[in-house]
């Protein structure tokens, strides 16, 4: 009789959520950079972040059941949040395209999505190394790139947002690509959350 719940499994369980949240980040650069069928490809990301919902939901039920985690416990939840939200704000930009009905994408809308695409694979990579305490340095670079796509992502929407005040004679388009923007800029800025957490787990477990 097991008397404890085992560790096993959390690692299988963070490589999964970042795994959605790449393939989340993916098929929103393929939606804005092949724009058709939107409602079908948002409706898919939905499902990318229903799924992404409920790998984080077993990961806190385990996180609640296991008494000895093979990480602190604040750690979990903290990267598991973060992984989390990149996803929710991914399904948002999408949702709002098509709830906004919007006819064509900007070009910086394309660059954003691309941006994001680099650092989320880049935390599916720091993810996957989680669970081999000898990675500390890979997660440490992969980290430190994704840093630098944040203040890349950053410009880039900065630029952006300066155009859509210029967009005097079409107020409406303004608001509605202000929205996009800030959903995939914030995402780009929760996958620097994630590094950041990663950091954390690397500096108390070296």
Request: proline share 2%; net charge negative; hydrophobic share 45%.
């Amino acid at each position: 009789m097991r008397l404890l719940p085992k560790q096993e499994g959390f690692f299988d369980l963070f490589e999964k959520q970042a795994e959605l949240v790449d393939a989340g980040a993916h098929a929103l650069e393929e939606m804005l950079t092949n724009f058709v069928d939107t409602e079908d490809k948002a409706f898919k990301m939905k499902a990318l972040e229903h799924d992404g919902d409920e790998v984080a939901h077993e990961i806190m039920r385990k996180l609640n059941t296991t008494f000895v985690t093979p990480l602190d416990r604040e750690d979990i939840h903290t990267l598991v949040s973060a992984l989390d939200d990149i996803l929710d704000f991914i399904e948002g930009a999408a949702d709002r395209m098509v709830l906004y009905e919007v006819d064509a994408p900007t070009e910086s809308a394309v660059k954003l999505s691309k941006i994001l695409v680099q650092a989320t694979d880049l935390v599916q990579q720091a993810v996957g190394m989680l669970r081999d305490k000898k990675q500390g340095a890979g997660i440490h670079n992969a980290c430190v790139e994704i840093n630098k796509l944040e203040n890349q992502g950053d410009k880039i929407n900065r630029a952006a947002m300066a155009k859509l005040f210029q967009m005097h004679d079409r107020p409406i388009d303004a608001l509605k690509w202000r929205e996009v923007y800030y959903n995939i800029e914030t995402a780009i800025d929760k996958c620097e959350d994630v590094a950041d957490a990663l950091e954390a787990i690397v500096l108390k477990n070296a």
